[in-house]
């Protein structure tokens, strides 16, 4: 994040991403930890690194996975909601869910929260859903202890 003199106001590194592959025109969120809290800032810069070859995770994305429910609730009153629901792969091929994500926006449709590491739960701890199976998930929204307006869940799968 940098200032309009293009001083760097903070950084940081991304935890969780919500797709393995963005198709051009497509959109993703992502969550991040920065090492400040700036409230203003004039742009944002990203560098993209990864540990992979683009035709690898390309190869090994999967989309065959269908966010079938999500329900918001309570988890620990005064301290965290939760996102809970249910989720099919509806491809051909057996996947592992590597990550559920969800974005929270506010009712003027800004996005105001991303919360990661949402699992398969309860469920097998390998995270595999072989194909035509249903899996409940279950996502922890740490900070927030009221129901947003509209959320996305996002499932980032590869093929297993």
């Not at 969120?29 to 004039?42: A, F, G």
């Not at 560098?47 to 190869?59: F, K, L, P, V």
């Amino acid at each position: 994040m940098y200032n309009d003199r293009n001083q760097r106001l903070a950084r940081g590194v991304t935890l969780s991403i919500s797709s393995n592959v963005l198709k051009p025109g497509a959109k993703g969120v992502w969550l991040t930890t920065m090492t400040d809290n700036p409230k203003r800032w004039h742009r944002v810069a990203i560098a993209i690194g990864r540990t992979i070859s683009a035709d690898e995770m390309r190869a090994s994305n999967y989309t065959g996975i269908r966010v079938d429910t999500s329900v918001m609730g309570p988890e620990n009153p005064g301290y965290s909601d939760k996102v809970t629901g249910a989720v099919t792969n509806v491809g051909g091929k057996r996947a592992r869910v590597d990550e559920i994500m969800v974005a929270l926006y506010n009712s003027r449709g800004t996005l105001t929260r991303v919360a990661g590491q949402g699992i398969l739960y309860p469920y097998s701890s390998n995270q595999l859903l072989p194909p035509g199976k249903k899996a409940p998930y279950m996502i922890s929204v740490l900070g927030v202890t009221h129901r947003a307006p509209r959320m996305v869940v996002y499932v980032r799968a590869s093929k297993k």
